[in-house]
């Protein structure tokens, strides 16, 4: 039975576990994005979420906390110098999960993990459609457009006239 086990154990004991979640999060601090199996990708974000919220602020203290988790030096100094600093407006919500579909080899589900705020497919999208206007649901017909700014100048007209 598995009473209070709240999360994922993936099939391995404790040390592996940690070890796998570890080198998972350095490439993906690394790297920015990885491609992993669905299962681990969630389990991941469980475990690298509360790291970078420890990142935001800068302590030997928290740098020692977040180095005992990764295990990598040059993974937590990119967290704190280049991660930190671009999320530290954002309240959570670091990481996305895309799915990709099945594994040829074993049909798993297979995911792509990646910071949102390094995504530049992603940003440069977002970009566009806040430049894109937003017009109203109900379309308006070619004739009321190009007929309003004819409107605008006959008022104006109307108006210059009824003061002289």
């Known amino acids: 039975m598995r009473h209070s086990k709240k999360f994922n154990h993936l099939s391995r004991k404790t040390g592996h576990r940690k070890a796998m979640l570890a080198n998972m999060a350095s490439s993906l601090i690394l790297h920015k994005h990885i491609e992993t199996t669905q299962a681990k990708a969630k389990a991941l974000r ?5 790291l970078i919220t420890k990142s ?3 302590t030997t203290h928290a740098r020692r906390t977040v180095f005992s988790y990764l295990k990598d030096k040059t993974a937590v100094s990119e967290l704190f110098r280049e991660v ?7 309240p959570g919500g670091y990481t996305r999960i895309l799915k990709l579909g ?16 390094f995504n530049e497919a ?43």
């Open 84 to 90: 930190a600093p671009k999320i530290a407006a954002r």
């Open 46 to 50: 469980v475990y690298v979420e509360p």
């Open 122 to 164: 992603a940003l440069a999208a977002s970009d566009k459609a806040a430049a894109k206007k937003s017009g109203t649901r109900r379309g308006r017909s070619k004739k009321t457009t190009a007929a309003a700014p004819v409107q605008q100048e006959k008022e104006t007209v109307a108006e210059t006239a009824a003061e002289e």
């Open 102 to 117: 099945f594994r040829p080899g074993d049909a798993a589900d297979m995911a792509r993990i990646e910071l949102v705020d």
């Open 56 to 58: 935001k602020d800068d």
